[in-house]
């Protein structure tokens, strides 16, 4: 018996069967597979299982544990994310929601031309109700003298990554002593998703079905998220601002609306241009993979170029006022 038929039959009972089991793309230390089940009496269940793979060391972030009691924590919270059946430190067993995780599909395709429009309000109410969500819920309650009482500072944490690659980024250096000269004040900390934007959703016609990839969740200013979601290399090559579906202002006012505190322009902007330089570091270490043997791969190569997209676009928001402006905004 292996172990999807453990973990099944540990969920339904013994006499439950796996007839159908599909291995997805993606993820190098771990699997996912999307399962049909059928249980006695004529029961169906469409799942997802996710695994660790054995003896792959572990990917960056939470632990598969740890993502699951997020996931309880948000539904609780109010975020659509697929309802976990069954957990364990190695796997997580859960609902298999229908729709379009493509971003290309999403803002393309005439089935999403409805949602489209819909799409950076739900973010607004989806981020709302992830900032809602209590910071237990990231880690299990620790000794008073193991809690960190602020979160790591990202600008530090980022410039130590930088630092280590060993390659000189003029321009990334620039964007992080702009950053460290501009930054906002401090806000309250909340949960943080760690990777909110379009191709962490899944969509369907009607608009977000479900939020995923919770792996990076941490504590942060909420801010973070917002920008991330608005960083250009999420939009695809849509000329809207937030996930390539929509305006600056349907976002800001849904998370208002919905409960997240008032939203400081100039910070939201420092958060976007934070993303930016962000994504573009990963991107250089991503390359860096592929280029010191670390792994061999096609697609880790392929984004060496990312790089100097990043970097242009973070001259642009480091020098020019952006296409779509937030109003008030003095950068």
Known sequence: MNDRDTIVREAFGDEAAIEAAVRLPGGASRETWALDVSTPGGGRHELILRLDSPGAAPEAGAGLAAEARLMRAAAGAGVPVPRIIACGETYILMTRVPGETIPRKILRDDAYAAARPRLARQCGQALAAIHRMPLSALQPPAPPDERQAEPQDPLLQWREVLDQLGEPHPVFELALRRLAATRPRGRRHTVVH??????????????????????????????????????????????????????????????????????????????????????????????????????????????????????????????????????????
Request: proline fraction near 5%; glycine fraction near 14%.
């Open 194 to 331: 760690g990777d909110f934007r379009n191709g962490n959703l899944i969509v369907g016609p009607e608009g977000i079905r479900a939020v995923l990839d919770w792996e990076l969740a941490h504590a942060g200013d909420p801010l973070e998220d917002l920008g991330w979601l608005c960083v250009k290399a999420w939009r695809f090559g849509s000329p809207l601002p937030v996930g390539g579906f929509g305006g600056y202002s349907d976002l800001v006012h849904a998370y208002e609306e919905a409960g997240g505190q008032a939203v400081d322009r100039d910070a939201l902007r420092w958060w976007e241009t934070f993303g930016v330089l962000k994504w573009g570091v990963i991107c250089v270490m991503q390359t860096m993979r592929h280029l010191r043997g670390g792994a061999r791969s096609v697609e880790l190569a392929a984004i060496g170029r990312r790089v100097c997209e990043n970097e242009w676009d973070l001259l642009r928001l480091l020098r020019e006022r952006p296409e779509h402006p937030l109003p008030g905004v003095r950068w």
